[in-house]
């Protein structure tokens, strides 16, 4: 079992940055791959960032690709999403995910993540 712990959320006004974090609590993630997703109000959940277990493939939604930047710790204990110039369509919560895999692939469809976080609110301000 994976328990993942997500923090850095807060407010933050337009043309802002923030740093999400997501740590596993009592493990590390090494041989996980590791996604973000976000949900807006009304809005279904959807998919931002993924990076695979070894830290060296990363994808991106569209709407965040190159404002955004999934990594890795290198004690594979933490991820971090560095997002900026958030605007204020970037307000969600955003949730942190993994799924066992130790191929290079990275997936973006959410009913391949095992585990799940209890989400950061991101509130961005016009």
């Known amino acids: 079992q994976v328990q993942l712990v997500e923090s850095g959320g807060g407010l933050v006004q337009a043309g802002g940055s923030l740093r999400l974090s997501c740590a596993a609590s009592g493990r590390t993630l090494s041989n996980y791959a590791m996604g973000w997703f976000r949900q807006a109000p009304g809005k279904e959940r959807e998919f931002v960032a993924a990076?695979?277990?070894?830290?060296?493939?990363?994808g991106y939604a569209v709407s965040v690709k190159g404002r955004f930047t999934f990594s890795r710790d290198n004690t594979n204990t933490a991820v971090y999403l560095q997002m900026n110039s958030l605007k204020p369509e970037d307000t969600a919560i955003y949730y942190c995910?993994?799924?066992?895999?130790?191929?290079?692939?990275?997936?973006?469809?959410?009913?391949?993540?095992?585990?799940w976080g209890q989400g950061t609110q991101v509130t961005v301000s016009s």
């Open positions: 995910a993994a799924y066992y895999s130790r191929t290079t692939m990275i997936l973006k469809d959410e009913r391949n993540y095992d585990y």
């Open positions: 990076v695979n277990w070894k830290g060296d493939n990363t």
